[in-house]
């Protein structure tokens, strides 16, 4: 035993000079380093390969102080949460120095990976699902990897090395190598309106409603379509309703809550308008619900909330005219003056309906009118006066 260690450690110091002074550099970087949903085949747990790639590689070998060729095996794992769940190495291959070489996931996985003419392979995969107490029973009841953080590292070791002990990672950039997994699924409408499960419908009254919704999905990747449309006289079912085109798309929208367009030209904060807008109108019922675009592994899987609906309430009636009169003055006056409207009705005053601007008698247009300057920056607010 002491002479074949004696050996083993003497073939090592002669490989190791020249796989020291090679100077291998092996690159790794996550198509989706934002992905928060990895499918089961994604991560190849089951070894049947996957059908999209989910990394590229690059290698060089730099050559240091020696021209030669080195000849090395890849090694490849997966951490998830610090423990090793899957590890691979691949066949020998020569790697000459001064030339870079890049591939895939999936053609690492095929085996159509090239380099130098040689067809580099994972030969030998091996999951672990036991490594972690209650992954596998996760794995088996969601079909996904569960949430955490996975570190996907490609190193490698000289020609009849060692990849579980003598692996050697010298990715400069492995910051882009982690996933911060977290499984999102909830996608909740707030405001305006209800679902549509619901037998009353509730009214609003304004036209530039304000919508917003929550999402579990990480604000640093999240990503909305938004859909509103118009009820027909003659639509019956939801189902009628959403047939026809919506009069507002909005798609890759950033946040969390928008505001309906005052103008069907909208400058939107992020996303892009799809199609025609048509703006919110007085008496009419209204259906809305957003995606929500989750990136995963190897793409996006879309997370759609409820449908919801609302009213815009009618400008003829006297008693919603004091509810429309206060939307529009919150939205006019912002978040600066609220406490003085709150003051005034505490004390008792309500809107009469009865509107004066520059001293003449003005409709609730007017006010419309003003908000929407005041919304596109063409008018704000001064100051305040109760007398």
Known sequence: MFYRNVAKWL??????????????????????????????????????????????????????????????QLCFRISYNGTVIATGASNPFDLPVGQDFTFTSRQLNEGTAIIAGQTVSIDNYDVDVDAVEGLRDDILQTGRAPSGEYLFELGFVPDGGDCQSGFVFTDPTPDDNQLHITNPSTLELLFPGRSVSENNIEEIATIFPYFQWISDISPTADRYNIFVYEKFP?????????????????????????????????????????????????????????????????????????????????????????????ALLRQILGSEYQGVLEDLREQGFEPNGNLTYEGSKA??????????????????????EVY
């Open 11 to 72: 073939l090592w110091m002669l490989l190791l000079p020249a796989f020291l002074w090679a100077e291998v550099i092996v690159e790794l970087h996550l198509i989706n380093p934002d992905a928060q949903v990895f499918p089961l085949g994604d991560l190849d747990f089951t070894q049947t390969g996957v059908n999209q790639d989910y990394f590229f590689v690059l290698i060089r070998n730099t050559g240091g102080n020696t021209p030669d060729p080195v000849r090395i």
């Open 234 to 326: 003659d639509d019956q079912t939801p189902q009628d309703v959403l047939s026809h085109p919506p009069i507002l798309h909005v798609e890759g929208y950033e946040d969390n809550f928008f505001q309906y367009p005052t103008d069907p030209s909208p400058m939107l904060t992020s996303g892009q308008v799809i199609g025609p807008v048509r703006l919110l109108e007085f008496g009419k019922t209204y259906y809305w619900f957003v995606e929500s675009i989750v990136p995963t592994g190897t793409g996006t899987e879309t997370l759609e909330s409820d449908l919801f609906r609302f009213k815009i309430a009618n400008m003829s009636q006297t008693a919603t005219n004091t509810n429309q009169i206060l």
């Open 363 to 384: 409709e609730m247009n007017t006010l419309m009118e003003l908000l929407n300057k005041v919304i596109q920056g063409k008018a704000r607010i001064k100051k305040v």
